[in-house]
């Protein structure tokens, strides 16, 4: 079956600085990965995607990259503010509908 | 997306009795799943749902252990059997949609069980 990594385990960044969370997974089969942020005591919320046919996806201070022939992704936050606390988790798909398999999380402190 | 509901958002129970859990979506979905997460890990999929069949189980899950209904394309129900506080964790439920190349999935609020 498919297995995501995921890098750093935490990640401290001061307000205004960039972020950066990696993610590898091992099926070349996988084309769909989604990353989620949970707020303590929330539920995961899909804050953007990617699919296999693109590289790239921007959404304003997020933006996520996609290397297929190394099969990993990252997460990119750019000017972090304190809101952007929280833990983030990636996953990987490999057809629609099927099931999402999860990194182990990143917890992120923007520090004021 | 859709507005999932999920009762009861948390409960305390006794080893060795049993808890269902009712997931409700607002509108029909193609795909629903149950996770487990324990304090400050990861999500683990326990099961995906399929209306009007049994549930698919990943390793490591069995149906004894967690039965899961889903009668219709709007609801369903995972229930944790002859608990044990290793039990104690947040049940999450989620929904997709199969549509295109749609692949997105949306949780529910979560259901954190504490079994003593």
């Known amino acids: 079956g498919e297995n995501v990594e995921q890098h750093p385990s935490t990640l401290s960044v001061q307000e205004g600085d960039s972020a950066v969370i990696k993610c590898t997974y091992s099926?070349?089969?996988?084309?769909?990965f989604p990353w989620y942020k949970q707020e303590l005591g929330k539920r995961p919320q899909l804050i953007i995607d990617?699919?296999?046919?693109?590289g790239e996806k921007k959404d304003q201070r997020i933006a996520v990259t996609l290397n297929k022939t190394a099969k990993h992704f990252s997460l990119h936050i750019t000017e972090t503010q304190p809101e952007d606390s929280a833990v983030y988790f990636c996953a990987a798909s490999m057809a629609t509908g099927n099931q999402f398999y999860f990194g182990t999380g990143t917890s992120l402190t923007v520090i004021p | 997306s859709a507005v999932i509901s999920q009762k009861p958002s948390r409960d305390i129970c006794q080893r060795g009795t049993s808890l269902t859990i009712q997931c409700q979506v607002d509108?029909?979905?193609?795909?629903m799943f149950w996770y487990r997460q324990q304090p400050g890990q990861s999500l683990t999929l326990i099961a995906t749902a399929n209306q009007g069949s049994e549930a698919t189980y990943e390793s490591g899950f069995v149906i004894d252990k967690f039965p899961i209904s889903r009668p219709n394309l709007t609801f369903s129900t995972l229930t944790v059997s002859n608990m044990s506080p290793e039990d104690s964790s947040i049940y999450l439920c989620?929904?997709?949609?199969?549509?295109?190349?749609?692949?997105?999935?949306?949780f529910g609020p979560g259901t954190r069980l504490t079994v003593l």
């Open positions: 990617i699919r296999s046919n693109v």
């Open positions: 989620s929904v997709g949609w199969t549509s295109g190349i749609d692949n997105e999935q949306f």
């Open positions: 099926d070349s089969a996988s084309n769909y």
């Open positions: 509108s029909q979905v193609t795909m």
